[in-house]
């Protein structure tokens, strides 16, 4: 059988095709000149799996979609605070190459807009790098993203850097302000030649997902950048991603999402994907007008809106019942599914309201695949209380989805591979070789 949905991606692409409105970058002659009719379209999960369409494997430079990803280095090599003190994560509201400063901070307002996204290149890598070993650490960086050595199109660069007037004018408006303690040109020649990395829809794709990923390339296996970076990028990206239709890509389209001027769109879907779209001509934004509509239609087919409500936590008690009788009866409480702060919730209640009669109390997570750190202490907390009232407590979990079950201060759980183990049966609860910790 063939996959379903490079299939649907195909489609996607036929649908918006048709449409020729919008232009190419004309500030950068050399984009100017770029095919108008390239579309492309890729999905990467977070598992590596890459189903694509069109022309994934084109290469054009990525312009500001550079972005989210050197913001991270930036916070990976110098730490929250001082990339913090520098730029902040207001959305602007404005065009990407607005030049604005925040009024009482002085900072440029978010990395996504090109003043905080050259005040972020000035902070990739470690303190006193030159400027030549800087823009090697940014696509060192990008590289490990994209889990391939990266390069730049210095026809593009150059290009760009003969018409970079305005980004010049927002680096010496950084260096007056001591945002920038560098030659503003030198860091400007630097921002530059970061956008001008090649990348293919496919590279793209990629590097969304290892931020989908939390970090980790799902290909290579490599830990790019920190968890709680990961966080902050896909946050600024939610906000601020797409510049002042930032708030209408919110609402419409619901994923963390970057844009680039030379037509490449992506978003990142935590947990799931990483999405990449690539057709070069822009609304006055600067967005794709093609990506925009194709990733209106991935969100609104694929339920990707990530402020959809998820149905979930209703279903995380399977069953309540109770096995055997009298003084051997034992209460299950057979848990599915994966758990956060909802689920455990709705487990604390079950076990609140059926105040089980029963001394024994199994909670049994065979059909649990993962239970988050919230939700953990949630299900150990019941497991102490449990125990404290008198109950001896048992958790089913032959693989281990709930680590180190020690609930502490006077809890007491009895970990087993099956229910029955957790009967009083002479030759499954004393003798067994499965039951194995009790804590
Ligand atoms: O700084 C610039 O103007 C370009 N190198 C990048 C701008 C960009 O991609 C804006 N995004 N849509």
């Not at 996204?117 to 940014?138: D, F, K, Q, Y």
């Not at 239970?371 to 958790?395: F, K, P, Q, S």
Request: hydrophobic share 40%.
């Amino acid at each position: 059988m063939r996959s379903v949905i490079p299939d649907y991606l195909v489609e996607a692409l036929r649908d918006v095709e048709p449409d020729g409105s919008g232009e190419q970058a004309g500030y950068i002659p050399e984009l100017a000149a770029a095919d108008p009719e390239r579309l492309g379209a890729v999905f990467a999960t977070v598992q590596g799996e890459v189903y694509g369409a069109g022309d994934i494997d084109t290469e054009f430079t990525i312009q500001s979609i550079s972005k989210p990803f050197t913001y991270a280095l930036a916070l990976t090599d110098r730490g929250f605070d001082p990339v913090l003190a520098k730029v902040g994560v207001e959305p602007s509201g404005e065009a990407f190459n607005q030049i604005s400063l925040e009024g009482d901070t002085g900072r440029p307002l978010n990395p996504m807009i090109n003043a905080g996204a050259i005040t972020a290149h000035s902070l990739a890598g470690p303190e006193g790098l030159s400027p030549a070993e800087r823009v090697e650490r940014v696509i060192h960086g990008l590289s490990a993203f994209a889990g391939r050595r990266l390069r730049t199109d210095e026809a593009v660069c150059v290009s760009e850097m003969e018409h970079a007037h305005r980004n010049l004018a927002i680096a010496h408006m950084l260096r007056s302000h001591d945002v920038l303690t560098e030659d503003p040109r030198t860091v400007v020649e630097g921002y530059t030649r970061q956008c001008s990395v090649l990348v293919t829809a496919r590279d793209l794709a990629m590097m969304a997902a290892t931020l989908a990923n939390r970090g980790v390339n799902p290909l290579s296996g490599e830990q790019v950048v920190p968890g709680p970076v990961v966080r902050q990028v896909l946050s600024v990206m939610f906000t601020c991603g797409m510049y002042d239709a930032a708030g209408d890509w919110a609402t419409q389209v619901g994923i963390p999402a970057k844009s680039g001027v030379a037509g490449g769109l992506i978003g990142a879907l935590p947990g799931q994907i990483g999405i990449a779209t690539f057709s070069p001509r822009l609304d006055p934004h600067g967005n794709s007008v093609r990506g925009v509509s194709l990733f209106e239609r991935f969100s609104s087919d694929m339920g990707m809106h990530l402020m959809g409500v998820p149905a979930a936590a209703r279903a995380v008690v399977r069953a309540n019942h109770v096995l055997g009788s009298g003084p051997d009866a034992l209460r299950v409480l057979q848990l599915q599914g994966g758990i956060g702060f909802a689920g455990a919730e709705r487990v604390v209640r079950e076990a609140v309201n059926s105040a089980p009669p029963e001394v024994r109390v199994a909670m049994d997570l065979t059909m649990v695949y993962s239970i988050d750190d919230v939700a953990r202490r949630m299900l150990l907390e019941v497991a102490r209380r449990l125990t404290l009232d008198g109950h001896d407590v048992y958790l089913v979990d032959p693989e281990s989805i709930l680590p180190d079950p020690d609930p502490g201060d006077g809890g007491r759980v009895t970990v087993v591979d099956i229910v029955e183990q957790a009967m009083p049966s002479p030759h499954t609860v004393e003798t067994s070789p499965l039951k194995r910790n009790v804590l």
